[in-house]
């Protein structure tokens, strides 16, 4: 700001009508009396502004101003020298600061507004008034650089720094405003306004000058809570009446134009489209990824084949469905891969877009076979699928013909649903149900997720690696795939409404090692929450909810029941959940009593099948790991590795993140626990070579949660904001890497890692594609078997080895499987040796047929040996035999029955499924009461405790004991039918 002349201030009165006169602080001693011609400096910080056309001055109302306090006197002969630098504005200055008078409402009305990042920060230091006449005031350059940062805002503060000198006025239509009566007031500007100073005495004004910016002071930032303080002179400054002898009038300034502190910048100065698109990039740019590569994944997959796209499936080999996938493919699965680590790296639980993120990851890994296979794949679906359709259609089950039907729940609800809907193809069904069934995995997998002390990254990273790692292909439609997820839902429910997470900070015993280390163990800060805080109802209709999901899994499956039940029982002893020890004890005797009363013509006569391999830990895992590598196709063999390498890796990172953990003081109970659980199951049976499998199935989502922890181990910081922070331990040794890069390093790593594990993935989840790959000539030559299966038929499958429970890799058992029987036929690597077919022909009635498929002859050659033109000539050797008759064929699949059958044979009708029955011992009857009695008090029992500790103690513990009287009971004879009925 300049000062004005003596002839500027009587221009100025001459036009206003008033006299000019000087606004001193009420508390100041002037030491003589002011000047009419003089003015009062107002030191300003250093602002960049805008320069625009001239404004008009304006007359507006005298300001009153409010009482400051005064500041200390100066010595006359100090303000009549040269100016001293002022010591650096701190926060208490700032704080102080006094009012501004009211600022120019016509120049603040009409100035253009510059947004504060686009000039230097309001950095100054007052200085005292300038003796010399026509000087124009300018802040330090040393000011300090803390003042503006740290003032506070001052709304009530105003600013009227008067009419400016030298700017003449311009005349309006309709005459002079000033002289307007009823010219209306224009409103007051806003007061974080500041003006502009003008350029240091003795020098020129400039136009096109831009203003300097302070030393040390970044153009690009302006705090929002900056502030002017504004400062007056103790003593006013006297000047003479007229200009200096000899001094050429000033220049007629440009006039300044207010900078907006604090607010958000004009409309008119608006950044452009491209710089706010820009800017928002962290936004739309990762779900823009994730849809571009959808397109593109589905693009290359689905288009007809060519260089660097499209699947030629017939181009197979040992490595599966990843020898003939286009580039392209693996690009689009990289690209959406990275858009979610942008995503998760913004420190932001955007969960909408991170679970699309998932979504896609788990469309391309596990949608891949249903775009571009005709036909369902694995042929134990399509068998299911039979199961289904003969339930929907008899209303009945056949425990005879399949152990699978001793647990009927799968099948039965999904018949009565298609039979209800009139679904009669399943073929979509069938075909979409993996990528179905991973996101319904992922829900509740989410959920327990959100139960863990961890951050965003390590939570969402676990639930990538669950998608990545999970390739033993359980998730088809099957029973197993079904409870699975009932399996996860049971966890979740467990750990978010019945959880327990409380530290304990008991004093370590004195002897012992063991018992220290478990102290130790104990005192470690939990990794999980506690429970949501519930009513007595919500808790009700939760444990309902639980034992329901039970019951469900135990009339469908043989395996699942016993991990809910470890799991449960694991919880409750470990502190982590709220129940009792009488549910599991309740849920452990509904197992016990669905097998002995529902299962019998399953377990009838196998007690040494079934309880044949409890104790041989190391037979079981040999027989589902070492035994799967031999005898093998080389390249097959890759895949088997490659399985197992999975599985090795996941677990090292497991241990790798349970380690880090500890270091940090937490103790992941529940996930260690999780991961434990399942490895029991090798004691008991191989469950037909396929145990490992069901263990590694069970372990992974702890697995994944440990593994996560490998690569982002520290634990949330809740700082307030949208932005999550994390701890970082102190270390006492001294760090290679700060903090922040070993952070970028770990999501670098991680990301490295999933690009990795995808590859991994596609190759171990097909690389058996070559023959579980289903074409529709298979799928049209099973369904001629059964448009003549009346009244019954047969079909011979071909195998290596005769007695062995081989998996037909045909189609089988769609539909009819009360009219279709199967059986086998024996072959050799000779592909002209049929004596094996022959044999097995004539041991049939007519209408028997033997299948040469694609998929078997696919399966020979990579699992026995088979050369790899096996197939072709062992079918021409079927087309020369003159005993056999070609009934159908097509490019994939051919159908051979016997030229002639003996005189008189007939077809005979149906097989009956002949069964041992559910045959009742005398102890039968007591047994079913004393295990309704048991369960209806122990169920009871563990509703009463929901209502909280201390409440009807004696008549719960009275339930208590009354229910485990009838369980003992029911156990009892529950072992007396086991011991009678294995006998027969």
């Not at 965003?456 to 998730?475: E, N, P």
């Amino acid at each position: 700001m300049r000062r004005r002349t003596g002839d500027e201030v009587k221009e100025q009165a001459a036009v206003t009508g008033d006299a000019p006169e000087v606004d001193l602080d009420a508390t100041a001693d002037p030491i003589g009396p002011p000047d009419e011609d003089a003015t009062q400096v107002i030191p300003l910080p250093v602002v960049v502004a805008a320069r625009s056309t001239p404004a008009p001055p304006t007359t507006e109302p005298e300001a009153k101003p409010e009482r400051q306090p005064a500041p200390e006197p100066e010595p006359e002969a100090k303000s009549q020298s040269k100016p001293k630098p002022e010591p650096e504005a701190g926060p208490e200055r700032a704080a102080k600061s006094k009012p501004e008078p009211e600022a120019e409402p016509e120049r603040a009305a009409n100035s253009k507004l510059v947004p504060a990042d686009r000039g230097p920060a309001a950095k100054s230091k007052p200085e005292p008034a300038d003796p010399k006449p026509a000087a124009r005031s300018k802040p330090e350059p040393d000011a300090a650089p803390e003042h503006a940062a740290t003032s506070e805002p001052e709304p009530e503060r105003e600013a009227d720094p008067g009419p400016k000198a030298g700017s003449a006025p311009r005349s309006e239509p309709g005459g002079d405003p000033e002289s307007d009566p009823d010219r209306e007031p224009e409103p007051e500007p806003d007061p974080a306004l500041v003006p502009v100073p003008g350029p240091e005495p003795g020098e020129e004004s400039d136009p096109d000058r831009e203003p300097e910016a302070e030393p040390g002071s970044d153009p690009d930032l302006e705090p929002e809570d900056a502030t002017v303080e504004v400062r007056k002179p103790a003593v006013p400054v006297v000047r003479p009446a007229g200009p200096e002898p000899g001094r050429e009038p000033d220049p007629e300034p440009e006039p300044l134009v207010p900078l907006r502190i604090g607010r958000a910048p004009a409309t008119d100065v608006r950044p452009s489209w491209a710089t706010r698109v820009a800017g928002s990039a962290a936004t739309w740019l990762p779900p823009l990824l994730t849809v571009e590569g959808l397109v593109m994944y589905v693009l290359a997959l689905r288009v007809p084949y060519g260089p660097m796209r499209g699947v030629d499936l017939r181009q197979l080999d040992g490595l599966g469905l990843v020898s003939v996938l286009p580039v392209t493919a693996f690009a689009a699965i990289a690209l959406i891969i990275v858009s979610f680590f942008v995503t998760l790296t913004q420190n932001t639980d955007r969960k909408g877009l991170l679970l699309f993120q998932l979504a896609a990851v788990t469309f391309t890994l596990h949608g891949a076979a249903a775009l571009v296979e005709p036909e369902p794949r694995f042929a134990t679906a399509w068998v299911h699928a039979g199961f289904a359709e003969y339930i929907g259609r008899a209303g009945e089950t056949l425990p005879g013909l399949d152990a699978r039907f001793a647990w009927p729940g799968f099948f039965a609800l999904f018949g009565f649903v298609l039979r209800a809907a009139g679904v009669d193809d399943m073929t979509t069904i069938l075909q979409w149900t993996p990528f179905v069934s991973n996101l319904l995995y992922l829900l509740p997998f989410v959920l327990i997720l959100r139960r863990l002390v961890a951050t965003t990254r390590a939570r969402w990273f676990a639930a990538l690696l669950f998608i990545l790692v999970q390739w033993i292909g359980q998730d088809y439609f099957s029973p197993q795939g079904f409870t699975y997820a009932l399996y996860l839902v049971f966890i979740a429910i467990l750990l978010r409404w019945f959880g327990k997470a409380e530290p304990r900070s008991a004093p370590l015993p004195s002897k012992g090692p063991l018992r220290r280390l478990l102290a130790r163990l104990d005192r470690l800060a939990p990794g999980e929450l506690p429970s949501r805080p519930t009513t007595v109802t919500d808790r009700v209709v939760l444990l309902t909810l639980l034992v329901g999901l039970f019951v469900a899994t135990t009339a469908t499956h043989q395996i699942t029941p016993f991990m809910m039940l470890g799991a449960l029982t694991g919880l409750i002893l470990l502190r982590r959940s709220t129940l009792s020890l009488t549910l599991p004890v309740f849920l452990g005797l509904l197992v016990l009593a669905w097998i002995n009363y529902q299962a019998t013509p399953f377990w009838s006569g196998r007690i040494d099948e079934l309880f044949g391999g409890i104790g041989r830990i190391f037979a079981n895992l040999q027989e589902n790991t070492g035994d799967r590598l031999q005898g093998t196709d080389p390249q097959h063999a890759l895949v088997l590795q490659v399985r197992l390498g999975i599985c090795g890796v996941i677990l090292l990172f497991a241990g790798v993140g349970l380690l880090r953990r500890l270091r940090r003081g937490v103790g992941d109970r529940v996930a260690v626990l999780l991961l434990c659980v399942p490895a029991l199951a090798l004691g008991l049976q191989s469950y037909g070579g396929e145990i490992g499998l069901r263990v590694y199935l069970f372990a992974l989502p702890a697995a994944c949660i440990l593994g996560s922890y490998a690569f982002f181990p520290n634990l949330p910081a809740h700082t307030g904001t949208a932005r999550e922070e994390e701890t970082v331990p102190v270390r006492r040794r001294r760090v290679w890497l700060p903090p922040e890069t070993t952070r970028r390093l770990s999501a670098v790593l991680a990301a490295c890692t999933a690009l990795a594990l995808s590859v991994a993935f596609l190759v171990a989840r097909y690389g058996n594609e070559k023959f579980e790959w289903i074409t529709t000539g298979e799928a049209a030559a099973m369904r001629y078997v059964y448009e003549h299966d009346q009244p019954s038929a047969r079909l011979l499958y071909l195998v290596p080895v005769l007695g062995d429970e081989v998996t037909p890799t045909v189609p089988w058992r769609e539909r009819d499987i009360d009219r279709v029987d199967y059986f086998q036929a024996l072959v050799t690597p000779d592909p002209g040796d049929l004596e094996g077919v022959l044999t097995a022909l004539r041991a049939q009635p007519p209408n028997t047929f033997v299948i040469m498929s694609r998929g078997q002859a696919a399966y020979l050659e990579l699992n026995h040996g088979f050369s790899g033109d096996w197939g072709t000539r062992f079918r021409a050797s079927l087309d020369d035999s003159r005993y056999l008759r070609k009934v159908y064929a097509n490019a994939d699949a051919a159908l051979y029955t016997l030229r002639s059958y003996p005189r008189g044979a007939e077809i005979p009708p149906p097989s009956g499924m002949t069964l041992v029955g559910d045959r009742s011992t005398p102890w039968t009857p007591f047994g079913l009461v004393a295990l309704a009695l048991a369960v209806g008090t122990l169920f009871s029992a563990e509703l009463a405790r929901l209502r909280g500790p201390g409440t009807s103690t004696r008549g719960r513990r009275r339930l208590v004991l009354i229910g485990l009287l009838m369980t003992a009971a029911a156990l009892a004879v529950i072992v007396e039918r086991f011991l009678t009925l294995t006998s027969v």
